[in-house]
Every structure is written in C-alpha cells, then in structure tokens.
Nanobody
Framework: VQLVESGGGLVQAGGSLRLSCAAS????????MGWFRQAPGKERDVIAT????????TYADSVKGRFTISRNNARNTVYLQMNSLKPEDTAVYSC???????????WGQGTQVTVSS
C-alpha cells in the first residue's frame, strides 16, 4: 500500500496550489479519503474528506469555500485544490485512506505547503 502526495511548494498569499495523492496497493474506490495538515507545534487536523464514490465531501470550517477535494477513481488519485491561500495554511499536508469510513488505515508521507505574506 502506498500513498504519495505531490504538488506542495511555496506560494504567495492569495495564490493557489493543487495537491495530488496517488494511491496504489488497494481497491481505491472502496476507500474514503481525507486530507490532513499539521503546522509546526500544532496537532494534525483533518481539513477535507471524500467518500469512495466521490459523492460526499466534508470540509473544516477553516478551509470551507477556499479548498475543494475531489477524486478520480480511474486514476487512483485524490486531489485538493487550494485557492485564496493564507499564511496560516502553511503546514505539511498528508492524505489518508479509510476502508469505507474512518478510522484511517493508510497514510502518506506528506508534502510541505508554505504560504508567504
């Protein structure tokens, strides 16, 4: 089983980034997926989730209206489109997979997102 995130980087406040998480080693469509982030000195928080079919999504209040989670089951990939980025969005972003529903079974290594003011 492998989850590999990509797309992180340095961006100015107000900018956008699109994160990808490529999955392998399991039946992707049967797994709910989540994006999490952890800033230095803070706990890891869930920021967006999506059901296996993609028909149901949830967002943390801090990102609602700015971030969009989506998935392509044919490509075994989940995405996080991040718009209107703020310095407080700076964190390591990780994806995770949960069989049908949480708790999450598999985790990626994470990708750094840094938003400059």
């Amino acid at each position: 089983v492998q989850l590999v995130e990509s797309g992180g980087g340095l961006v100015q406040a107000g900018g956008s980034l699109r994160l990808s998480c490529a999955a392998s080693g399991f039946t992707f469509s049967r797994y709910a997926m989540g994006w999490f982030r952890q800033a230095p000195g803070k706990e890891r928080d869930v920021i967006a989730t999506i059901s296996g079919s993609g028909g149901s999504t949830t967002y943390a209040d801090s990102v609602k209206g700015r971030f969009t989670i989506s998935r392509n089951n044919a490509r075994n990939t989940v995405y996080l489109q991040m718009n209107s980025l703020k310095p407080e969005d700076t964190a390591v972003y990780s994806c995770a997979a949960a069989y049908l529903a949480p708790p999450y079974n598999y985790w990626g290594q994470g990708t750094q997102v840094t938003v400059s003011s």
